[in-house]
């Protein structure tokens, strides 16, 4: 007994004294353990998110200039104890003034609602064929659906651009059978957007419907049939409801970054395809106009940010109400 | 069956009257599921107002039996009538029965009111009707308090009413329960049991309960079946079943019982003599039953039936039958307490009656008192009545 006891306090030993340092330091600068844990993913968010979006936000407020870098300073220091800051409100000004902004943040908030309503459509389905599956056939239908991610996304939309174009699979099958006369334009067309955004987004709708829909009761679906509810209605009182959350998370991961696309509407898209990805692109590497592109940025997160803000809150409200 | 158990006009007991066609007919049954055959052509009948409980083993198939009365399960061959009118084909939404199933399976996403007027609203009941109803089921239940609350934010004994509301409240003509009580704890349970009978008898629904608790089986039914291996065994009054098991299965398996292998002596005009050799005398067991001499028996002994006491003349083994008492009494036999198990209300002792044959005996504890009349490796006298015993051949 006490062989085994001493064997087991040596390691113990050992983890003291690597930690101790860490210890030391964690206290010198005020941080327990419990502290230390938290930090990291302040930390992370600070960095990389917190710092380029203030970032950002200081380049919206400035002017274009030619130069390195294309934009004014923020501080300017003319006297020597404090800066000046100068800061212009032009550029959203600028914003307001030209409709192509307008235009292309609705234009891109439709695009995404649409391509959001689709994988929903098509994702429900699968994501509930998926959690009813058998165990062993289960596991092989989820790794089909994130299959996908293991080629590169650019390759994806490359391969679509072959099967779409007039010269593609799809035309050529339909007018070698005869069921064409010619080919039918779908590159470069909004359609074209739609089918790139659904495709690429839908394996993000299927899995939280999966996860949702895979810890659904079976007894539940029971109890409503026995209860009188014939099968549609037993989907539209019980499963629906029940895997709203699903739905939600599904729909945030596909909505959010379909309304900031850049890739899919620049390759399949057409010329008239106005999507405020493009239009930020332009901006930045065309233009040089950091300024503006920034402005355009910063509008696009507060769009996307405050009526998710609202949304969690109001979630939030409901949830501590039943409690 | 005895005839002194039928002698008791006054009691509902309709399974007796041959002219009354039954209720539910569960008609030889069978359901397979790949090789494996969870229900083997059972067959059964159940009146109008019973209290019938399915009793067995778990896989036994006591559950597929029942899924298949509320429609989850279709009989691979076979059919099941309710009230005349055959089951088969018809949708587990369009039968007359409805289901309390064994985890309860309220819907998260409802209030309680909400739960027990989800039936009603599919068969488009009215409001204001809808409502009285909802609220007289509550009531019933005793959660007209509880109507807005959500099933988390209750207990388990009221979560288990709530279900029992919701299945009732569409007035259905049978009510199938799987395992009421199973997740009730064990004070919880036995005041739910009185009140699931209360309920049972006030509305006189046919009630088809699963359980895999003898006891509950016992105190609730007013008839139960004992499953085995997807078959019925046997079926009868919570008495009968108990007093007069069929099989040795069913013996073994309600409550506990002595089981002693021998041989028939003789048959008199009384009873039958069957030599044990385990015990080393000679049973007696009267009641009527068809055995030829020379035949391999089983004599089943309830442990409480068996008076224990201590043997004033010593133990030791004696010449010939070893444990027989002095003067070859029949029904009697000796032997030494090898373990002593108080329970409060009753006393259970292991009695060695040789070669480390152990014989169950009960005794209740009637009078108060911190001694023991008879303790570890005493030696002991086992007498029984010959009534007490039951020849079984199966």
Known sequence: MTATAGERRKPKGRATALRAPFHALAQRIGLSGRGLVVAVPYFWLIAFFLLPFIIVAKISLSQMIIGRPPFTDFFVWSDAWLPEIQAYLDNYRWLLQDSLYWVAYLNSVKIALIST??????????????????????????????????????LRVYAWMGILRNTGVVNNTLTSLGILDQPIQMMNTD?????????????????PLYATLEKLDGALLEAAEDLGAKPWKVFLTVTLPLSLPGIVAGSMLVFIPAVGEYVIPELLGGPDTLMIGRVLWDEFFSNRDWPVASAVTIVLILVLVIPLALFQRHQAKVQEREA | MPETLRARPEKHQPWLDASLRPYIHIDAVTKQFGEFRAVDRTTLEIHRGELFCLLGASGCGKTTLLRMLAGFEHPTSGRILIDGQDMTGVPAYDRPVNMMFQNYALFPHMSVEQNVAYGLKQDGV????????????????????WAKRKPHQLSGGQRQRVALARSLVKRPKVLLLDEPLAALDKKLRERTQFELMNIQEELGVTFVVVTHDQEEAMTLSTRMAVMERGQVVQVGTPSEIYEFPATRFTADFIGSINLIEGRVKRVEAAGVLVAAPQLGCDLEVTGATQVREGQSVCVAIRPEKIAVAPNAEGAGPEEGAPNAV?????????????????????????????????????????????ERKVDWDDAVVLTWRADAGLILTE
């Open chain 1, 191 to 207: 359609f074209s957007v739609y089918v790139g955004i659904v495709y690429t987004y839908l394996p993000f709708m299927i899995l």
């Open chain 2, 326 to 370: 002095r003067g070859g009494a029949r029904n009697s036999v000796r032997g030494t307490v090898r373990d002593v198990a108080y329970l409060g209300d009753s006393s259970v002792f292991r009695v060695d009656v040789g070669e480390g044959f152990l014989i169950e005996v009960t005794q209740p504890n009637l009078l108060r008192s911190l």
């Open chain 1, 117 to 154: 309503l689709f994988c929903l459509l098509i994702g429900y389905p699968m994501a509930y064929a998926i959690a009813r599956a058998k165990p062993t056939v289960r596991t092989l239908l989820l790794l089909m659906v994130i299959l996908p991610f293991w080629t590169s996304f650019l």
């Open chain 2, 126 to 145: 009215r409001k204001p009707e809808l409502k009285q109803r909802v609220g007289e089921a509550l009531e019933m239940v005793q959660l007209g308090p």
